[in-house]
Antibody, heavy 120, light 111 residues
Framework: EVQFLESGGGLVQPGGSLRLSCVAS????????MSWVRQAPGKGLEWVSV????????YYADSVKGRFTISRDNFKNTLYLQMNSLRAEDTALYYC?????????????WGQGTLVTVSS | QSALTQPASVSGSPGQSITISCTGT?????????VSWYQQRPGKAPKLMIY???NRPSGVSNRFSGSKSGNTASLTISGLQPEDEADYYC???????????FGTGTKVTVL
């Protein structure tokens, strides 16, 4: 069974940093692109970033470009999101999601999310 | 890149059919046949219901169907059931600097 478990969320002050992790199981992790998608409390989904299976290609939403970095360790079956210069508007539940088939985008499996709160 | 536009809410009685619209632009919905739909129940992660405008993943009921015309995509739920009550989000590839965008979301209520 394909499963993802996110961790690393918490309360951080504006301007601070946080690193999220997403551990995968039940699949050949390196074969699939992985993404981060976030959802502010009571709001809709917002796409954040994607990384190819090899890690060679990455893309970001304009709202996080230059502040967030996506990476992966295929030996540890783990996806990361390094978040710097955090703002109040980054407060959200962050999901990791697996790319459908062998494409970068569209998602067939999701984790349960980790909550990031940016507040002083 | 702005979110795709969806109606805030749609409702229907059990057994009826409802349609949710998803309006984008010539840079996203109108340009690509890569429109997807996700169902999100309260407190749960999203679930892929439709991809590539019309395709259903394995295990998704054939009561769910998708279509597209120009810059607007649609999700139709036939034979509405109580368990269909959820939020629904469309998504699309885009040709802008943000390569993927979700819709604003639609709350479906089964009366």
């Amino acid at each position: 069974e394909v499963q993802f478990l996110e961790s690393g969320g918490g309360l951080v002050q504006p301007g601070g940093s946080l690193r999220l992790s997403c551990v995968a199981s039940g699949l050949t992790f390196s074969s699939y692109a992985m993404s981060w998608v976030r959802q502010a409390p009571g709001k809709g989904l917002e796409w954040v970033s994607v990384i190819s299976g090899s890690g060679a290609s990455t893309y970001y939403a304009d709202s996080v470009k230059g502040r967030f970095t996506i990476s992966r360790d295929n030996f540890k079956n783990t996806l990361y999101l390094q978040m710097n210069s955090l703002r109040a508007e980054d407060t959200a539940l962050y999901y990791c999601a697996k790319g459908l088939d062998y494409r970068l985008l569209d998602y067939d499996y999701w984790g349960q999310g980790t909550l990031v709160t940016v507040s002083s | 890149q702005s979110a795709l536009t969806q109606p805030a809410s749609v409702s229907g009685s059990p057994g009826q059919s409802i349609t949710i619209s998803c309006t984008g632009t010539s840079s996203d919905v109108g340009r690509f046949n890569y429109v997807s739909w996700y169902q999100q129940r309260p407190g749960k992660a999203p679930k892929l219901m439709i991809y590539d405008v019309t395709n259903r993943p394995s295990g998704v009921s054939n009561r769910f169907s998708g279509s597209k015309s120009g810059n607007t995509a649609s999700l139709t739920i036939s034979g509405l059931q109580p368990e269909d009550e959820a939020d629904y989000y469309c998504s699309s590839y885009t040709s802008t600097s943000t390569p993927y965008v979700f819709g604003t979301g639609t709350k479906v209520t089964v009366l």
